[in-house]
T-cell receptor, first 112, second 108 residues
C-alpha cells in the first residue's frame, strides 16, 4: 500500500547542530509539505514543493531548508538547530489538482 | 492575527450527543479542509470543501463562502470520535492556514 513515512520519529539534539528530518511518500504525489505543530499555534507551514527541483517558503521558513531531487522525498534540514525549533514536525503530500493532503506520522524534535 | 478561528477550543460531550464545531476564516479561499488528529498524534483528512455540504458516515461538513464560515457536525457521537479536529484553508494565494484545533472528548 502507498504511504508516507517520516524518520526519525523522535530526535534529541543540541543547539547549533545540523539536523535532517526525512519524509518519503510512495503515492507519486507532486506536492509535498512540511509543517510544525506547537501548542497554541496549530500547524504552520515551513516549506512546500510542487514538483522535482521546486521549493517554496512557507509561513515559518527561517532556519529551515528543503531540497527536492526526486518525487518521493522532501528532506527538511535545520542548518543550526535552536531551542525554538523544538516541535513536532509533520510532512504531507497531495496530488496536483486536488488539495486533500495525506500526513505522515510526525517527528518529535527536541533541541537542548 | 489568526486567519482561521475555531470554536469551541475544548468540548466534552456524552455519547450519543450531536456535536458542532465551528470554523471562521478571514481570507479568500479556494478550499477548506477538516482534519482529525488522534490522541497518538496521527492526522487524517476528513473533508475538503469548496462549497455546500459533504457527508461521510456520521460526519457532516458545511461551508458558507459568503459568510466565511464552516461547521463540522458529528451525529450520534461515540468515544472513538475523541480527537482534535482542525480546520484548515487553502487561500487564493496558495498559502495554507490552520486553526488551533478543537479538542473533543466523548464520554461513554
Amino acid at each position: 500500500d502507498a504511504e508516507i513515512t517520516q524518520s526519525p520519529r523522535h530526535k534529541i539534539t543540541e543547539t547549533g547542530r545540523q539536523v535532517t528530518l526525512a519524509c518519503h511518500q510512495t503515492w507519486n504525489h507532486n506536492n509535498m509539505f512540511w509543517y510544525r505543530q506547537d501548542l497554541g499555534h496549530g500547524l504552520r507551514l515551513i516549506h512546500y514543493s510542487y514538483g522535482v527541483h521546486d521549493t517554496n517558503k512557507g509561513e515559518v521558513s527561517d532556519g529551515y531548508s528543503v531540497s527536492r531531487s526526486n518525487t518521493e522525498d522532501l528532506p527538511l534540514t535545520l542548518e543550526s538547530a535552536a531551542s525554538s525549533q523544538t516541535s513536532v514536525y509533520f510532512c504531507a503530500s497531495s496530488t496536483s489538482g486536488t488539495d486533500t493532503q495525506y500526513f505522515g506520522p510526525g517527528t518529535r524534535l527536541t533541541v537542548l | 492575527k489568526n486567519e482561521v478561528e475555531q470554536s469551541p477550543q475544548n468540548l466534552t460531550a456524552q455519547e450519543g450527543e450531536f456535536i458542532t464545531i465551528n470554523c471562521s476564516y478571514s481570507v479568500g479561499i479556494s478550499a477548506l479542509h477538516w482534519l482529525q488528529q488522534h490522541p497518538g498524534g496521527g492526522i487524517v483528512s476528513l473533508f475538503m470543501l469548496s462549497s455546500g455540504k459533504k457527508k461521510h458516515g456520521r460526519l457532516i461538513a458545511t461551508i458558507n463562502i459568503q459568510e466565511k464560515h464552516s461547521s463540522l457536525h458529528i451525529t450520534a457521537s461515540h468515544p472513538r470520535d475523541s480527537a482534535v479536529y482542525i480546520c484548515a484553508v487553502r487561500a487564493t494565494g496558495n498559502q495554507f492556514y490552520f486553526g488551533t484545533g478543537t479538542s473533543l472528548t466523548v464520554i461513554p
